[in-house]
C-alpha cells in the first residue's frame, strides 16, 4: 500500500543519488566486517538493510554518516563528496564542519532511543536546529511542537525521557530527527529494543514517514514490515551485498538461495 | 555566670562575638575558594586520568595518589614554607633582601584546593564514566561539534552525577580549614583558641567553635541536596 503511494524516484537515473557509496571497506584491525560495498539510495526510496547478525548492517549504516570512518570507500551525500582523506591506511574526515552539516542532513535514529537525559523532550527536539542549524527558537518550537503532534507526544513535551515508554521514547526520538528538517533518514534496528506491544506504535511512524516520500535507509529485523513498506532491500552477508531487489521479488523466493535461506530461518522463529 | 557570658560572647568591647563572626567569615571563604581551586584541579586531574597518552594518565594517577595518601597537615607545612622558600629565593635574586611569604589565606587555599581537587578528581571521573555513550553518539550524529557536546550534553551531565561525591568533599573541605590555624591564619578554631587563652573558657569557646563549624556544615548542605534533588529531577521515573 505505501510503496505503491509513493513517487518512483527510484530508478530515475538522471537525479542526483541521496547517498552513493563506492567501494566500501571497515576493518578493525585484522578483522575486515565490510568488503567493498557499492550503493546508491536516490531521493524518495526507503529501503530495507536486512541480514543476519553480524553481517555489518550497523557499521555500514553507521559509516555512512561517519559514526565510523571507512578504511577505505568513496561517499557521496545529496551529491557532495565527503571529504576524506587518505592517512596511512585508514582514512580521515578532512572537513569536520562539512560532517557535521551533512550530518544535520542525514538524521540517525537508534535502537535505544539515546535521547538525552537531563534534557524535556521539546528540549531534545529544540537542541539541534537552535545549536547546530543556528535557527530561531521561535521557528523551531514551533516545528518541535508540530513533530511532537505527529507522533503523538504533544502531551509529553514537558516530560523527561526517564519518564516515557520505550515506545513514546522512540518517536520522541524520530521527532527529534525530523525537525532538524532532513533528507534522508537512517533508522538503525529502532523497534529492537521495544517490547512487542509498543513495537507497532512506532512502526505506524515510520510507515507514514515513507509513504510521504521520505529518503530512508532501516536496519530491522522486522520482515513483513521490510517486505510491505520498503521500495527496495539490500540483503547484506559477511560484509558484502548478497543480493538487492523488490521485495516483492525477493520476498517471493528463488532470487537468490542465501536470502531464501535467511527468510526460512526467519519464518521458523 | 549568664550575664557575664553574654558579655563575654556580646558584640560590645569586651566581647568575642565580632571577631568569632569574622573567623567564621575567613572559615567560610577559605572553604569556598579552596573547594573551587579544587574543581579546577579535578576537572584538570580527571581529563588527565581519562586521557589516552598514557604519560598523561600517570601524572593524573601520581596526582591522586599523593594528595589524598599524605596528611593535609603535612601540605599545609610544605605548601607554607615551600612557598616563601620559593619566593624568598625569587625576591632575593631579584635584588630585594629579606624574608619573603605568602599571605597565609592564599597558602591556605592552595593547599585546600589542591587536596579538595584530589578527591574531586575521583568524584568527576566516576561521573563521566556513568555517561551513556549512546547519548553522547547520538549528539555526534546531529552534527555537534566535540565543543558543543561537552557544554550541552557531557559537562551538565557529569556534573550531575558528580554531585552527591562533591558535597560530601565540600564538607570535609570547610572541615580541613581548622588545620590553617597552623599557619597563621584566624579563622575559627584559631580566633576560638584565642579567646578561649585570654578568657580561660576554652569549654566555652571551643563549643561554640564546634557548633558554628556544624551550623555552617549543615546550612551549605541543605542547600546542596536541595540543588542535588533538583537536578537528579530528570532521571527520576
Ligand atoms: N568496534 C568494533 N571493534 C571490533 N569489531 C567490531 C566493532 N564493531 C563491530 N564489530 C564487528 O563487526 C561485525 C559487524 O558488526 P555490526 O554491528 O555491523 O553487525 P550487525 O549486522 O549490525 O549485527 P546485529 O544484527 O547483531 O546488530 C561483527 O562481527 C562485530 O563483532
Ligand atoms: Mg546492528
Known amino acids: 500500500m505505501a510503496s505503491a503511494s509513493r513517487p518512483a524516484a527510484a530508478d530515475n537515473a538522471s537525479t542526483v543519488p541521496a547517498i552513493a557509496v563506492d567501494g566500501l571497506h571497515k576493518r578493525y584491525g585484522a578483522i575486515e566486517v565490510l568488503k567493498g560495498i557499492d550503493f546508491r539510495a536516490h531521493e524518495g526510496e526507503v529501503i530495507s538493510i536486512l541480514g543476519a547478525s553480524g553481517s555489518g548492517k550497523s557499521t555500514f549504516l553507521r559509516c555512512l554518516n561517519l559514526l565510523e570512518l571507512p578504511s577505505a570507500g568513496r561517499l557521496q551525500i545529496f551529491g557532495e563528496q565527503v571529504d576524506l582523506r587518505q592517512s596511512g591506511d585508514a582514512l580521515h574526515i578532512g572537513n569536520r564542519r562539512q560532517v557535521d552539516r551533512l550530518r544535520t542532513q542525514v538524521a540517525m535514529v537508534f535502537q535505544n532511543f539515546c535521547l538525552w537525559s537531563h534534557m524535556t523532550v521539546l528540549e531534545n527536539l529544540m537542541e539541534a536546529p537552535i545549536h547546530v542549524q543556528r535557527r530561531g527558537r521561535g521557528e523551531v518550537r514551533e516545528e518541535a511542537e508540530a513533530m511532537l503532534r505527529r507522533v503523538g507526544l504533544i502531551d509529553r513535551a514537558k516530560a523527561y525521557p526517564a519518564q516515557l515508554s520505550g515506545g513514546q521514547q522512540q518517536r520522541a526520538a524520530i521527532a527529534r530527527a525530523l525537525v532538524m528538517k532532513p533528507r534522508g533518514l537512517l533508522f538503525d534496528e529502532p523497534t529492537s529494543a521495544l517490547d512487542p506491544e509498543l513495537v507497532g506504535e512506532v512502526l505506524k511512524v515510520m510507515r507514514d514517514l515513507a509513504a510521504e516520500g521520505r529518503t530512508m535507509l532501516i536496519v530491522t529485523h522486522e520482515m513483513a514490515f521490510a517486505r510491505d513498506v520498503s521500495s527496495r532491500i539490500v540483503f547484506l552477508e559477511q560484509g558484502r551485498i548478497k543480493a538487492e531487489g523488490l521485495p516483492l521479488d525477493l520476498f517471493r523466493g528463488g532470487v537468490n538461495e542465501r536470502f531464501d535461506q535467511f527468510i526460512s530461518r526467519f519464518n521458523q522463529a | ?237
Not at chain 2, 589565606?105 to 571521573?125: D, H, K, P
Not at chain 2, 576554652?202 to 556544624?214: E, N, R, T
Request: hydrophobic share 50%.
Open chain 2, 1 to 237: 555566670m549568664t550575664s557575664g557570658m553574654f558579655e563575654l560572647l556580646g558584640f560590645g568591647p569586651q566581647g568575642w562575638g565580632l571577631p568569632l563572626l569574622k573567623a567564621a567569615g575567613v572559615t567560610i571563604a577559605a572553604a569556598l575558594c579552596g573547594f573551587l581551586l579544587g574543581s579546577i584541579f579535578g576537572i584538570g586531574g580527571a581529563t588527565l586520568k581519562l586521557a589516552r597518552p598514557r604519560a598523561l594518565r600517570l601524572i593524573g594517577q601520581a596526582y591522586t595518589t599523593v594528595f589524598r595518601g599524605v596528611p593535609e597537615i603535612l601540605v599545609v607545612y610544605l605548601f607554607y614554607f615551600g612557598g616563601s622558600v620559593i619566593l624568598t629565593t625569587l625576591m632575593n635574586t631579584g635584588g630585594f633582601p629579606g624574608f619573603y611569604s605568602l599571605p597565609s589565606f592564599v597558602i591556605g587555599v592552595l593547599a585546600i584546593g589542591i587536596v579538595s581537587g584530589a578527591y574531586q578528581t575521583e568524584a568527576y571521573r566516576s561521573a563521566y564514566l556513568r555517561l551513556d555513550r549512546g547519548q553522547i553518539e547520538a549528539g555526534t550524529a546531529c552534527g555537534m561539534s566535540k565543543l558543543l557536546l561537552l557544554r550541552r550534553i557531557v559537562a551538565p551531565q557529569t556534573l550531575r552525577f558528580a554531585l552527591p561525591a562533591l558535597g560530601n568533599i565540600w564538607q570535609s573541605a570547610l572541615k580541613e580549614t581548622s588545620l590553617l590555624s597552623v599557619i597563621g591564619l584566624t579563622e575559627l578554631l584559631r580566633q576560638a583558641g584565642t579567646a578561649a587563652g585570654s578568657t580561660r573558657q576554652p569549654l566555652l569557646f571551643y563549643a561554640i567553635a564546634a557548633a558554628v563549624f556544624l551550623v555552617i556544615g549543615r546550612a551549605t548542605g541543605a542547600g546542596l541536596n536541595r540543588m542535588e534533588s533538583h537536578l537528579a529531577k530528570p532521571w527520576r521515573r
